[in-house]
């Protein structure tokens, strides 16, 4: 039986204006942050998208899948035809639900994994887990990330310091090598990576120091992988309304409602616009031919790296 995803056609809500422009409430979340408790809700759905059975059969992971990218790339994928695995915090488990629930309805598989990426040992057991639910790997996509703004290079302590390096690239890399020793030919690594990585931010030093870690880590590691027919990217997206931000404790209510006004297009991207990205690099059938590649998302945003 074929498991091709097929979707009926859609009516675009709003081709004029389609997504939510600052400035938003005024609002605050202590870390980890919740999807359900953003105003307004972060889109994820993607009504607009087609599917057309690309990730059919596939089995993917992706951490942070609870909220933000993450739900919509998972939920994308599972659109797609793939069973998806999705990481995430205790904190995070009333998120995790609504995406099983959104994974399921598309009629495939969802495996909660419920955990901390700072432990070396979670990073090689969410890979097991997986492996042990779908009987394979195919797509890993390391998502989650630790963001807290700073007011200078003197507030950085050396905690926060490990804990960025140990969520936003330590696990990059032990679930890359983890993931390597199941995945065959065919297989993608995908990472998120962020603007920050190429253009750097302000605030954000170590943060953005992670970020172009992830860039150069990808870079290497397609070289690395390539012969065994495993390609590896990431994307780099600017802002993107999720909890990331609105539960950095560096930030204050007034700038979330005025997250991502400063790029070209005046917004921050929904998620639903992040998600056919990660598609794009997951599918052979789209970028059979794309490895050690960083894609820009970046709302106008413009760069050569």
């Not at 009333?94 to 700072?118: K, P």
Request: aromatic share 6%.
């Amino acid at each position: 039986m074929s498991t091709e995803t097929k979707e009926k056609p859609k009516t675009p809500t709003n081709p004029a204006q389609p997504e939510p422009v600052p400035p938003f409430a005024k609002q605050h979340q202590p870390k980890p942050g919740l999807e359900s408790k953003l105003d307004p809700p972060p889109r994820y759905q993607a009504e607009d998208y087609r599917a057309a059975g690309k990730l059919s059969g596939k089995a993917a992971l992706v951490t942070g899948g609870d909220s933000g990218i993450g739900r919509a790339v998972a939920v994308l994928f599972a659109r797609e035809g793939a069973d998806v695995a999705i990481g995430f915090l205790p904190a995070e488990r009333s998120d995790a639900e609504e995406t099983r629930r959104a994974i399921e309805a598309t009629g495939r598989r969802c495996l909660l994994v419920e955990g901390d990426l700072t432990q070396s040992e979670f990073c090689e057991t969410i890979v097991e887990k997986t492996v042990e639910r779908f009987g394979k790997l195919d797509i890993l996509v390391s998502n989650a990330a630790h963001q807290n703004r700073k007011a200078s290079l003197d507030e950085l302590t050396d905690s926060e310091l490990e804990e960025t390096f140990a969520t936003n690239i330590y696990a990059y890399v032990r679930l890359a090598r983890a993931a390597l020793r199941e995945m065959k030919a065919g297989g993608a690594i995908i990472a998120t990576s962020s603007v920050t990585g190429i253009l750097g931010a302000k605030g954000l030093p170590d943060y953005s120091a992670t970020k172009g870690a992830i860039n150069a880590f990808t870079k290497t590691l397609a070289q690395e992988v390539v012969e065994k027919g495993i390609r590896v990217n990431a994307v780099a997206p600017g802002p993107v309304w999720t909890p990331l931000n609105p539960a950095d404790a560096g930030t204050t209510p007034e700038k979330v409602a005025a997250f991502g006004s400063q790029v070209p297009m005046g917004r921050p991207a929904q998620p639903e616009e992040l998600a056919p990205a990660y598609v794009f690099l997951a599918s052979n059938a789209d970028s059979s031919y794309i490895t050690g590649t960083i894609l820009q998302v970046m709302g106008g945003e413009t760069a050569g790296g």
